[in-house]
């Protein structure tokens, strides 16, 4: 849904996807190699909890901006706070993945690893290896999907659009942006008006 917005509003919508977007590129991305090639497995746990009080500035942001911001604006800072709670969901299952396994090697010491074949007699945890693999998968998942949704969302801020399902989280008030319909460039929807081309062109 276009909505009736001014140059400053496009811009500010923006602000919130890019925090979150700069968030992954820094953490998931440049940290988590700097880790991998200095630093050990444990040092990861620096990734999420680096992210988390990224996430956190974001949660507590949208709140003031909700005070003080118009609702196209709050409504993106809302969109990037449904994007955290999908990134903070892959770090729980993340955690009790690794959590499981712990608790199982507590109680089977030993059960998971692999004679090395060397001559100090050293072994491979697999258990470790394959857990923390799979842990990583859960959160690349979560990284890659919400990076592509954020992208797109960078898009439709400058354009002034949002999806009007975010209502449901964030209700329009009598001063909230006018809505201009739906246009060629987003996803339609039963029920809502439409622009023509030319209008939404010039949006």
């Not at 979560?142 to 399902?165: C, E, R, W």
Request: net charge negative.
């Amino acid at each position: 849904m276009h909505y009736q917005v001014t140059p400053e509003e496009t811009h500010l919508a923006k602000n919130p996807h890019h925090i979150f977007n700069i968030n992954i590129i820094i953490t998931h991305l440049f940290i988590s190699m700097i880790v991998l090639e200095i630093g050990s497995t444990p040092m990861l746990l620096a990734v999420p909890v680096i992210s988390s009080l990224v996430i956190a500035y974001i949660y507590r942001h949208r709140k003031e901006v909700r005070e003080r911001g118009s609702w196209f604006v709050s409504a993106h800072w809302e969109l990037a706070w449904r994007r955290c709670r999908i990134l903070l969901l892959s770090y729980a299952i993340a955690i009790l993945m690794v959590a499981v396994y712990l608790l199982i090697d507590l109680v089977f010491p030993g059960g998971f690893s692999m004679n090395d074949f060397s001559d100090e007699g050293s072994q491979t945890n697999l258990g470790e290896i394959i857990t923390i693999r799979f842990a990583a998968v859960v959160i690349f998942v979560a990284v890659l999907i919400t990076f592509m949704q954020t992208g797109i969302s960078v898009y439709d801020a400058g354009k002034g659009i949002i999806d009007p399902k975010i209502e449901k989280f964030l209700p329009r008030g009598d001063d909230a942006n006018a809505e201009l319909g739906e246009g060629d460039d987003e996803v339609r929807h039963e029920g809502q008006k439409h622009m023509s081309s030319s209008e939404s062109d010039q949006s």
